[in-house]
């Protein structure tokens, strides 16, 4: 009957929600999140964090988790919208997006892009918010069960298994990957107290904020890349394909085709990866893009880097169920997995309330408001950013040197309000210029934000499991999960290269004598 | 852009494609040099890993293993992308890029960083957006005034009055 | 939200534009600050670290009692955030940038202490006028409860036979935490410099690692672990206080009850620039005080379960030197100095 109850208690939530000033708080944290979420280095911890302030003055926690999850969503969705539109991811979550977001963009087919998006996300968000709903305590616990030797074969294995990112040149790639994860070196270890490459400045104690890198690579980075070919590429007017009607969501019959399986896939992936500790937002959207590139490939219609739909469809369904899945261990545990997750515990506390094992018994109304608040969240985006999305692409229309330095401006400001100093400012200008630098040697970009958010909890991971082992590198192979995970990794690494090796043992001669990761050359 | 519904989307878009796809293959000059730089940089932070403070030593759990590990793959790819760059084609390309725009938005943004606290967020951001405008071939003079201010002024208002982040006032003395 | 207010200031903004030039380049030159006569205008609160950790917690609480009881007049208090190296970019700007000015206040705590030693800062919190320390939490050691420890005493023999079979999961290095087991390690004789400790960002990721078994005893502060001593799945073995706290209906054991001559609380302040004058640290002594006795202020100790650690002016200073010179010698002795 455990089922039963549980839709009573979302029933009761849904009671709450549909109150008119709850709803009204939800409205209004869906727009205050697109607003803010949009600027380029306010990514949605940043925007909650924010706007926490606002809520200070309600007397009741209801309204302002309703708020929170509307602001949360939000801030997601705009995120992806510029990623999509002006190549500025203003989080790591959306990088992935912007890959093949902007290029459909660049084709004109931006109002697709921002409908799958944004259909996508609905479709993500409810399904994981009724997996949330129904197996928050079972998945709850398996988050608890995870230990330093796990982690560091998950790392691995996303590293491995996002390749696809790497793009044309295996070199570039990984050499883009490799200053990604020197980035993530940068500062004090945490586990030892000593500096690393902060060459005696306090400054870089705390390491280069990921967000600094994003703002500097993407908005910073596109800007100098723009300016330098004014003079070659005279200002065009924005290519918008004919609007189709609203009713079929901007999409074609093919796009919709294209679009539901990657919307699912990105879920699955989505919702399991935020459930678990140092999961996340990012290696969902990673994996999604990659496990999208290979589908692509096999049906042998692979328009990935030239703007696939796939690739806008599925990371950004992975991003939205993550978030969810994010909450799983904070609700059920208290434990926070993201940034965001840290942001919202901070508000449960200033609300007095403890999210943990007690909290579903405690505080039955406030979980499933919240719970109920997000699937309402979740329609209220949906309901306002399909109509909106004539609006956002008019931003395309803007004369070019208005928009990019209007871009300029707002990445100062996101780089700027991190810390409250202009020393960030010069930070991202400097990493803006290897961003400019790499867009002329045509290196990609993503894998520096991957080495950037993957390097470090790799490293500690792997350095925590072997100080609690006293040095024996066997864990990682002995405990049963670890050791799964790692026979994945291998298998993840060589099976694109099986048909080839079997070619050789063969005798016969191989397709392609180059290695390449996976990729058409 | 193989199914029909796609083919709707006219000679626009068409135009935006081929234009968009004239990505610049850097000159062979510029790649070597650039796999110059990084091999220098590589190099540097290798070394740089003697100087990280580890009681012990290179040990896998201490401090300098992994910077050990990053540093010298970081060095072996810069070799590679050198010895890519020599034996690629001398195609030298014409270049039709710019410098000028570039380094004097970087200037901009240099600027920007020393000032916006002396000077006040108003006037830095206002300054900012003009120039920036003006050297990215803006040649409205009003327009680009009217938005710089405005802009600023919401951005100002909505950052102090509503999110509650300080921005500096400076001289403006908010 | 305040509607009026932003028209104000939009109105307000456009005639300053113009008008204030003057007093602007006078207050320039002027270095920014009017000594003498605190409070002349709004007061900033600086968190040295990012929004939603405890300082950020004590500066936001501190300000809602200041506006709520006007406890300034018509001045305000805004709160801002400097991250930065555990605090030390927080502090060398306060330092440096606004000495002299009553009007920029910081939170700082024993966090910071330990985070400017280990760094091998030049700048100590002792270079600023200590106002007042505000409150202190409790640091309480837990394990799974599943643990064979059954006492603080377990765990000290454990260690004592083998150093290398305890793992102490805890906070930043040096932090709090880390130095609660150096000082419990010490109290009992053990050899600090074998401690294994390892450190997690946020009491989350530690929770994660106790319950997970991945390290033998876990160190935060109380509210961190709470939640989970209440669900049963975390056992006490001991708080780092000199009171006992009662969770629960139960009183927890203490260090010191369990016989171990130690004690830590992860204490917050309040401080002010250097060379603050004589008369406006007074003045603000006697603010902070206002805030300390104010009833709201016991509620919101109460709620976030503080302890009520007031110290004002010279008491303050003497204690925070106290601190910086026990921190000090506990990080060399732990090994990571």
């Keep these: 009957m455990i089922g039963l109850s549980v839709f009573g208690d979302l029933l009761h939530g849904f009671g709450t929600v549909l109150d008119p000033m709850n709803l009204l708080w939800a409205i209004l944290g869906v727009t205050l999140g697109m607003l803010v979420g949009i600027l380029p280095?306010?990514?949605?911890?940043?925007?909650?964090?924010?706007?926490?302030?606002?809520?200070?003055?309600?007397?009741?926690?209801?309204?302002?988790?309703?708020?929170?999850?509307?602001?949360?969503?939000?801030?997601?969705?705009?995120?992806?919208?510029?990623?999509?539109?002006?190549?500025?991811?203003?989080?790591?979550?959306?990088?992935?997006?912007?890959?093949?977001?902007?290029?459909?963009?660049?084709?004109?087919?931006?109002?697709?892009?921002?409908?799958?998006?944004?259909?996508?996300?609905?479709?993500?968000?409810?399904?994981?918010?009724?997996?949330?709903?129904?197996?928050?305590?079972?998945?709850?616990?398996?988050?608890?069960?995870?230990?330093?030797?796990?982690?560091?074969?998950?790392?691995?294995?996303?590293?491995?298994?996002?390749?696809?990112?790497?793009?044309?040149?295996?070199?570039?790639?990984?050499?883009?990957?490799?200053?990604?994860?020197?980035?993530?070196?940068?500062?004090?270890?945490?586990?030892?107290?000593?500096?690393?490459?902060?060459?005696?400045?306090l400054r870089l104690l705390d390491g280069i904020d990921v967000v600094i890198v994003i703002v500097g690579l993407f908005a910073i980075g596109e800007t100098l890349h723009v300016a330098s070919k004014l003079r070659s590429t005279p200002e065009r007017p924005a290519v918008l394909e004919k609007g189709r009607r609203l009713r079929t969501g901007y999409l074609t019959k093919s796009d919709w085709g294209r679009s539901w399986k990657p919307w699912l896939r990105g879920t699955a992936l989505g919702f399991p990866f935020g459930a678990i500790p140092s999961g996340g937002a990012e290696v969902p959207t990673f994996l999604s893009y990659s496990i999208e590139r290979r589908q692509a490939r096999k049906k042998g219609r692979d328009e990935f880097g030239d703007g696939a739909i796939e690739g806008v469809a599925g990371p950004e369904a992975a991003n939205n169920a993550s978030f969810s899945g994010v909450l799983v261990p904070l609700l059920t545990l208290g434990l926070p997995t993201s940034a965001t997750a840290a942001v919202m515990l901070a508000a449960f506390q200033i609300f007095n309330v403890q999210p943990g094992p007690q909290l579903f018994e405690d505080?039955?109304?406030?979980?499933?408001?919240?719970?109920?608040?997000?699937?309402?969240?979740?329609?209220?985006?949906?309901?306002?950013?399909?109509?909106?999305?004539?609006?956002?692409?008019q931003v395309l229309k803007v004369p070019r040197p208005l928009l990019y330095a209007g871009i300029l401006v707002f990445a100062c400001l996101g780089v700027y309000s991190l810390s409250g100093s202009g020393y960030e400012v010069l930070m991202a200008l400097v990493i803006g210029v290897v961003g400019f630098f790499m867009r002329k040697l045509d290196f990609p970009i993503a894998p520096v934000i991957l080495g950037v958010i993957l390097g470090p909890t790799m490293e500690e991971q792997f350095r925590r499991s072997l100080v609690i082992s006293n040095g024996d590198a066997s864990v990682f192979v002995t405990r049963p999960l670890s050791a799964v995970i790692i026979v994945l990794t291998v298998l993840a690494l060589f099976v694109p290269y099986l048909p080839r090796i079997v070619a050789r043992i063969r005798g016969t001669q191989p397709t392609r004598d180059r290695l390449t990761f996976g990729e058409d050359d | 852009m193989s199914t029909s519904e796609e083919a709707v989307s006219g000679e626009a878009v068409e135009e935006a494609v081929k234009a968009s796809d004239v990505e610049v293959e850097a000159s062979r000059l510029v790649r070597i040099i650039a796999a110059l730089v990084l091999i220098v940089l590589s190099a540097t932070f290798l070394v740089g890993v003697f100087d990280i403070r580890s009681p012990k030593g290179f040990d896998p759990a201490g401090p300098r293993f992994f910077p050990l590990l990053v540093t010298s793959a970081w060095l072996v790819l810069s070799i590679a992308y050198l010895l890519e760059g020599l034996r690629s084609p001398k195609t030298a390309r014409a270049t039709d890029r710019s410098w000028f725009e570039p380094v004097a938005v970087s200037a901009l943004l240099v600027l920007y960083a020393l000032l916006v606290v002396p000077l006040g967020y108003l006037i830095a951001t206002a300054l900012l957006f003009f120039a920036a405008a003006r050297v990215l071939g803006s040649r409205q003079l009003v327009r680009d005034i009217v938005v710089a201010v405005v802009l600023t002024v919401v951005v100002y208002i909505a950052f102090t009055q509503f999110l509650d982040i300080s921005l500096p006032g400076g001289v403006l003395g908010l | 939200m305040s509607r009026p207010r932003t028209v104000l200031v939009a109105a307000g903004l456009t005639v300053s534009l113009l008008a204030s030039g003057c007093s602007a380049l006078e207050k320039t030159l002027d270095g920014g600050s009017v000594a003498g006569d605190f409070p002349s205008r709004n007061v900033e609160i600086m968190v040295p670290a990012a929004p939603g950790g405890g300082w950020d917690l004590t500066a936001r609480q501190f300000q809602h009692v200041v506006q709520e009881k006007k406890l300034l007049g018509e001045r305000a208090v805004s709160v801002v955030n400097v991250t930065g190296a555990g605090g030390a970019v927080g502090i060398s700007k306060l330092v440096t940038k606004n000495r002299k000015d009553p009007h920029t206040l910081m939170i700082t705590g024993l966090v910071m202490v330990g985070a400017l030693t280990l760094n091998q800062?030049?700048?100590?919190?002792?270079?600023?006028?200590?106002?007042?320390?505000?409150?202190?939490?409790?640091?309480?050691?837990?394990?799974?409860?599943?643990?064979?420890?059954?006492?603080?005493?377990?765990?000290?023999?454990?260690?004592?036979?083998?150093?290398?079979?305890?793992?102490?999961?805890?906070?930043?290095?040096?932090?709090?935490?880390?130095?609660?087991?150096?000082?419990?390690?010490?109290?009992?004789?053990?050899?600090?410099?074998?401690?294994?400790?390892?450190?997690?960002?946020?009491?989350?990721?530690?929770?994660?690692?106790?319950?997970?078994?991945?390290?033998?005893?876990?160190?935060?502060?109380?509210?961190?672990?709470?939640?989970?001593?209440?669900?049963?799945?975390?056992?006490?073995?001991?708080?780092?206080?000199?009171?006992?706290v009662t969770l629960n209906g139960k009183q927890l054991p203490t260090m010191k009850s369990e016989g171990y001559d130690a004690e830590v609380q992860n204490w917050r302040a309040i401080v002010a620039p250097p060379d603050v004058p004589a008369a406006d640290r007074q003045r603000l002594i006697d603010f902070v005080t206002k805030v300390n006795q104010s009833p709201e202020w016991a509620e919101i100790r109460k709620k976030n379960g503080w302890t009520d650690f007031f110290k004002t002016g010279d008491d303050a200073t003497k204690f925070i030197a106290e601190e910086t010179t026990r921190v000090q010698g506990l990080e060399k002795e732990l090994g990571i100095l």
């Design chain 3, 121 to 244: 800062s030049e700048i100590t919190v002792s270079d600023t006028t200590p106002i007042a320390t505000l409150t202190a939490e409790q640091e309480v050691l837990v394990v799974k409860s599943d643990s064979p420890l059954k006492s603080l005493k377990d765990l000290v023999e454990m260690y004592k036979a083998d150093p290398s079979k305890v793992s102490w999961g805890g906070g930043t290095i040096g932090g709090t935490d880390h130095i609660t087991a150096g000082t419990l390690v010490k109290a009992a004789g053990a050899d600090p410099s074998k401690v294994k400790y390892i450190s997690y960002s946020g009491g989350g990721e530690a929770t994660a690692a106790i319950l997970s078994g991945d390290v033998t005893v876990g160190i935060s502060g109380l509210s961190e672990f709470e939640e989970q001593i209440t669900a049963g799945k975390m056992r006490v073995l001991a708080t780092s206080g000199t009171e006992p």
């Design chain 1, 41 to 201: 280095g306010i990514g949605p911890a940043l925007t909650i964090a924010l706007l926490l302030p606002i809520t200070f003055n309600f007397s009741d926690p209801i309204g302002a988790f309703i708020m929170f999850a509307g602001i949360y969503y939000g801030a997601m969705y705009g995120g992806s919208t510029t990623s999509i539109l002006i190549n500025t991811p203003g989080e790591s979550a959306s990088v992935a997006t912007a890959i093949e977001g902007h290029k459909m963009a660049q084709k004109g087919r931006a109002r697709a892009a921002l409908a799958t998006a944004a259909i996508g996300s609905f479709v993500a968000g409810t399904i994981s918010t009724v997996l949330l709903t129904f197996v928050a305590k079972p998945i709850g616990s398996l988050a608890s069960h995870f230990q330093a030797t796990d982690y560091f074969a998950i790392t691995l294995l996303a590293m491995v298994a996002v390749t696809a990112i790497v793009g044309h040149s295996l070199v570039r790639g990984l050499l883009s990957l490799v200053v990604g994860l020197f980035i993530g070196l940068i500062g004090l270890d945490s586990l030892s107290g000593a500096p690393r490459y902060t060459f005696g400045t």
């Design chain 1, 363 to 393: 505080q039955s109304t406030l979980v499933w408001t919240l719970i109920a608040s997000l699937y309402i969240g979740n329609l209220i985006l949906l309901i306002m950013n399909l109509p909106l999305i004539q609006i956002w692409v």
